[in-house]
């Protein structure tokens, strides 16, 4: 029998709760063992609740319980999750988390710690809510060296961009409407300008090199001022707009970044839409591969946990190596990383066109039928070619073009 | 120091040797030890190539030699394949395999020798090349009750339906080019008429099940009948032609089948197309999860084959446990399991429309403009119903309709 802690019993906590008690005896077979939750953490109570029982209100008592060898966290946030997530491995306990941010901030750490405990620091459910990723991308891709990493991380972005592509709606419209419907936080900043998806991609590139590339490093821009006449545009020419966080190998170096990007029916995950999340892996060997699914909900997320708390029962006293150094991760300065842009600067056609192209190279214009703004596509530029050129214009709004 | 003998020189066989040498560093670092690949057996000699001094002719060379720890069989075909492996892991070897005949027939029986033996047998390449399924199945969605599978399993025959499609051309002509491109193989009956994809679906059937689904017990129908009349009125309900290798929990019984369906923009696999494969798996937690990439070719099929290789270098003398016992898996007879069916008759719709209305029950007609038939979509209703129905009408074709 495997003792199971969980700490902090939200939504993803109590779907872990339900996991393992509604699909106890599949999860037993599998495990080749019994798995229980015998505490669960949280400042609550739950009078009525089948954990009411099992509620406990001091973390000592649950690391100092000789009888739980997984601890699972599902509290958020970096402190004190950071704390009890340490001190758990350093018992001698498993842990399995959800928690991007923990894992961004502070997964070299504590693999380490886990590695000198012999015990397992695994956190699939942190990207992709339930979609497997974190695990093939450490040992099914193994083989291969890592070319690119593009994904669509975060379900509420994508879940706005969608409505205002299908309905033609403004941003804020669609917010509210994702709010009503508790697809969206009260307060919507950390998806709406990148934050969730910059820590996830962060994990990502950092597995797939096994060296650190620091949150707070990747260039991160949400989709805030994206508006319906950007998606006229991009019907235009037949794309749509979709957030990405994406990393991807130049030479010696890795470029990565958080940014709305214009993508067409070509491409692997443009029939991604609505709350569902898509991760597409370029490997040396194996070529493209792409992982889709729910990236986040109570059952899905949880699902992900589970899958890794049964991964470490059948792997007590085994530390499974996970890469991922201390070391930075060398970035690629956003200066020198290139893509195409889609650029709406004011004036007319007549206007501007000219000074565009010799401003930003040879560009295509796309007529989207407004009179009073130009809209147009570079060729693949630098990022400082684009800076240096949108400070000769009024630049109205620019989309990195993904073809 | 890790040493592997590879089984079979040709396709996969040569991409695994050419992986571990390329990747050789960043393999190293992940398995933790160095990958070397010992010896080669094969009939022939390859003079001039890296593999010509580690060319064995002997399988008893390799078994008896204490230094190989890992054995890769990408032979292909049951036998000896079957002995080889079966022998392997007897002497104490890891098997890694990339051959569906061998798993599909004798899947429970070598993992069992190999749990005796507390080695490993391992065959992410079975199914969906270099597309990660095996193990995510097993141990991704392990918290999961899987629902349903449904793969486009076959990269040949999805090619063919792709072209089709897309040039309104006849399956021979298509076929006929798709072998001239090397994405057919001269004799294609183990791909159209669904035979490769049946026994993949029957490997994950039986590892989502943990218990054994007969291949030769799974309805098989391929793709030969499928025409250009059929791709019109695909077209005119907005569905393509797939062909799918698919089994779904009903109760306490799972139905599986491998044949053609039509399916709309609304399904995940829909823009799967060309050489491709994906395949969807429905947990009752985690939902839908879809996996996508290139589903044969020789790096990609060989990635999948050094990922498993990795896996056993990392679990030297522990077995990895894999549910799939001898045990007979219960399968819904054919006759009860429900489709939607697509239908074209003889006749002209007046002639026809009310007879087949009372044979099928509520039918909706579809007009792709052929005056000499008639077709139309049915309700769901059983096979038994559609075939006793079918007796009575002079029937061109018929195709699942998965909406």
């Given at each position: 029998?495997?003792n199971?802690?969980v700490l902090?019993y939200g939504?993803?906590?109590?779907g872990v709760?339900?996991i393992?008690?509604?699909?106890?005896?599949?999860?037993?077979?599998?495990a080749?063992?019994?798995?229980r939750?015998k505490?669960?953490l949280d400042?609550?109570?739950?009078p009525g609740?089948p954990?009411?029982?099992?509620?406990?209100?001091?973390?000592?008592?649950?690391?100092n319980d000789?009888?739980v060898q997984?601890?699972?966290e599902?509290?958020?946030?970096?402190?004190?999750?950071?704390?009890?997530?340490?001190?758990?491995?350093e018992?001698?306990?498993?842990v399995s988390?959800?928690?991007?941010?923990l894992?961004?901030?502070?997964g070299?750490e504590?693999?380490?710690?886990?590695?000198?405990h012999?015990?397992?620091?695994?956190?699939?459910?942190?990207v992709?809510?339930?979609?497997p990723?974190?695990r093939?991308?450490?040992?099914s891709?193994a083989?291969?060296?890592?070319?690119e990493?593009s994904?669509i991380l975060?379900g509420?972005?994508n879940?706005?961009?969608t409505?205002?592509t299908n309905n033609?709606?403004?941003?804020?419209t669609v917010?509210?409407?994702?709010?009503?419907?508790g697809?969206?936080?009260k307060?919507?900043?950390?998806?709406?300008e990148g934050y969730?998806?910059?820590?996830k991609?962060?994990?990502l590139?950092?597995?797939?090199?096994?060296?650190?590339?620091d949150?707070?490093?990747i260039y991160?821009?949400g989709?805030t001022?994206?508006t319906?006449?950007?998606?006229?545009?991009?019907?235009?020419?037949g794309?749509?707009?979709?957030?990405?966080?994406?990393?991807?190998k130049?030479?010696?170096?890795?470029?990565a970044?958080?940014?709305?990007?214009?993508?067409?029916s070509?491409?692997?995950l443009?029939?991604?839409d609505?709350v569902f999340n898509a991760?597409?892996?370029?490997?040396?060997?194996?070529g493209?591969?792409?992982?889709y699914?729910?990236?986040a909900g109570?059952l899905?997320?949880a699902?992900?946990?589970v899958?890794?708390?049964?991964d470490?029962a059948?792997?007590v006293n085994?530390?499974?190596?996970?890469?991922?150094d201390?070391?930075?991760l060398?970035?690629?300065p956003?200066d020198?990383?290139?893509s195409?842009?889609?650029v709406?600067?004011?004036?007319?056609?007549?206007?501007?066109?000219?000074?565009a192209?010799k401003?930003?190279?040879k560009?295509?214009?796309?007529?989207?039928?407004f009179?009073d703004?130009?809209?147009?596509?570079?060729?693949?530029?630098t990022?400082?070619?684009?800076e240096?050129a949108?400070?000769?214009?009024?630049i109205?709004?620019?989309?990195?073009?993904?073809?």
């Amino acid at each position: 029998m495997i003792n199971v802690s969980v700490l902090g019993y939200g939504t993803v906590g109590s779907g872990v709760v339900e996991i393992l008690k509604e699909n106890a005896d599949l999860i037993t077979k599998r495990a080749g063992e019994e798995i229980r939750v015998k505490s669960v953490l949280d400042l609550r109570d739950f009078p009525g609740d089948p954990v009411q029982d099992m509620i406990v209100h001091d973390f000592e008592e649950i690391k100092n319980d000789p009888d739980v060898q997984i601890v699972v966290e599902t509290m958020g946030g970096v402190h004190p999750a950071y704390e009890f997530v340490k001190a758990s491995l350093e018992s001698g306990k498993s842990v399995s988390t959800s928690n991007k941010a923990l894992v961004a901030a502070y997964g070299p750490e504590l693999l380490e710690i886990a590695q000198e405990h012999n015990v397992n620091f695994l956190f699939e459910a942190s990207v992709g809510g339930g979609i497997p990723i974190i695990r093939p991308l450490k040992i099914s891709l193994a083989p291969d060296e890592i070319l690119e990493i593009s994904g669509i991380l975060n379900g509420t972005t994508n879940y706005i961009l969608t409505e205002m592509t299908n309905n033609g709606s403004a941003f804020d419209t669609v917010l509210k409407d994702a709010q009503d419907k508790g697809y969206a936080e009260k307060d919507p900043t950390a998806d709406v300008e990148g934050y969730d998806a910059c820590r996830k991609i962060a994990i990502l590139t950092s597995l797939a090199y096994g060296k650190q590339l620091d949150f707070e490093d990747i260039y991160t821009e949400g989709i805030t001022k994206i508006t319906d006449r950007d998606i006229c545009y991009a019907k235009k020419i037949g794309a749509k707009v979709k957030i990405f966080g994406s990393s991807k190998k130049v030479g010696d170096k890795v470029s990565a970044m958080v940014a709305p990007k214009l993508i067409t029916s070509e491409h692997p995950l443009y029939s991604v839409d609505g709350v569902f999340n898509a991760i597409l892996v370029k490997g040396n060997m194996v070529g493209d591969v792409m992982f889709y699914g729910q990236g986040a909900g109570k059952l899905a997320t949880a699902s992900a946990v589970v899958s890794d708390v049964i991964d470490e029962a059948k792997h007590v006293n085994v530390n499974m190596r996970t890469l991922w150094d201390h070391e930075k991760l060398a970035l690629m300065p956003m200066d020198e990383v290139k893509s195409k842009f889609f650029v709406r600067v004011k004036g007319t056609k007549d206007e501007v066109q000219e000074q565009a192209a010799k401003l930003f190279g040879k560009i295509t214009a796309v007529d989207a039928g407004f009179d009073d703004e130009f809209g147009f596509v570079t060729e693949e530029i630098t990022e400082a070619v684009y800076e240096q050129a949108a400070k000769e214009m009024e630049i109205i709004n620019k989309i990195r073009f993904d073809a």
